[in-house]
C-alpha cells in the first residue's frame, strides 16, 4: 500500500514564501511531483522531479518562482514556493509515480495567496 502524505500550506499574503512537504512511503517513486486545483478549474502540472537524474520540469507560471527538490534516501519532495501571486491559490497535491506506472495521490494542502 502506497502513502502520500503531504504537509506544509496555509495562508500567505502576495509576495510571500512558503514551503511543501511530501513523503511517500510503500514503494520507491519513479517521479514525484505537485500539482494544485484551483477552484472551477482543472488540476494542472506544478513541477515534477525524477529520481534518477533528478530531471525537473516545471509549469511555465511557476518558472523561476517555484523550486522542486527530492530526497531519494527518504522519498520525499519538497516544493518551496517564492514571490507568490493571488492566482497561486489553489489545493496543491503530491503524487508519486511507481516504477510500475501507477500514480498515487495525497489529499491535498490549500494555500491561499492574499492579503
Known amino acids: 500500500q502506497v502513502q502520500v502524505v503531504e504537509s506544509g500550506g496555509g495562508l500567505v499574503q502576495p509576495g510571500g514564501s512558503l514551503g511543501l512537504s511530501c513523503a511517500a512511503s510503500g514503494s520507491i517513486c519513479r517521479f514525484m511531483g505537485w500539482y494544485r486545483q484551483a477552484p472551477g478549474k482543472e488540476r494542472e502540472l506544478v513541477a515534477t522531479i525524477f529520481t534518477v537524474g533528478s530531471i525537473k520540469n516545471y509549469a511555465d507560471s511557476v518558472k523561476g518562482r517555484f523550486t522542486i527538490s527530492r530526497d531519494n534516501a527518504k522519498n520525499t519532495a519538497d516544493l518551496q514556493m517564492n514571490t507568490l501571486k493571488p492566482e497561486d491559490t489553489a489545493v496543491y497535491y503530491c503524487?508519486?509515480?511507481?516504477?510500475?506506472?501507477?500514480?498515487?495521490w495525497g489529499q491535498g494542502t490549500q494555500v491561499t495567496v492574499s492579503s
Open positions: 503524487t508519486c509515480r511507481t516504477y510500475g506506472n501507477y500514480d498515487y
